[in-house]
Nanobody, 115 residues
Framework: QVQLQESGPGLVKPSQTLSLTCALS??????????WSWIRQAPGKGLEWMGV???????YYSPFLKSRTSISRDTTKNQFSLQLSSVTPEDTAVYYC???????WGQGTQVTVSS
């Protein structure tokens, strides 16, 4: 059974870097033609796609977040990570990882940006 599990701090201070990890089970992060996304949902708003890392390690980011976003992977741990720099309270959201192009999501993790 394929599962994704987000983890990371639930509280981040303004101007700091938000770091989250998505651990995979039941599927390898290097599986050909697979891609792995980060998506978030701020309170009262819709889903916002942040970026994707492909099975070969290449990445693509939302143009709205590109300057602050980095997605990387650790093939030895079968996981991928999100870093969002210079956060503000507007980055408060539930952050999800998912298999791109599928309905397989992690359960989401709440991140609050506050001093």
């Amino acid at each position: 059974q394929v599962q994704l599990q987000e983890s990371g701090p639930g509280l981040v201070k303004p101007s700091q870097t938000l770091s989250l990890t998505c651990a995979l089970s039941g599927v390898s992060i290097t599986t050909t033609n697979y891609a792995w996304s980060w998506i978030r949902q701020a309170p009262g708003k819709g889903l916002e796609w942040m970026g994707v890392i492909y099975y070969d390690g290449s990445t693509y980011y939302s143009p709205f977040l590109k300057s602050r976003t980095s997605i990387s992977r650790d093939t030895t741990k079968n996981q991928f990570s999100l870093q969002l720099s210079s956060v503000t309270p507007e980055d408060t959201a539930v952050y999800y990882c998912k298999i791109a192009g599928s309905n397989v999501w992690g359960q989401g993790t709440q991140v609050t940006v506050s001093s």
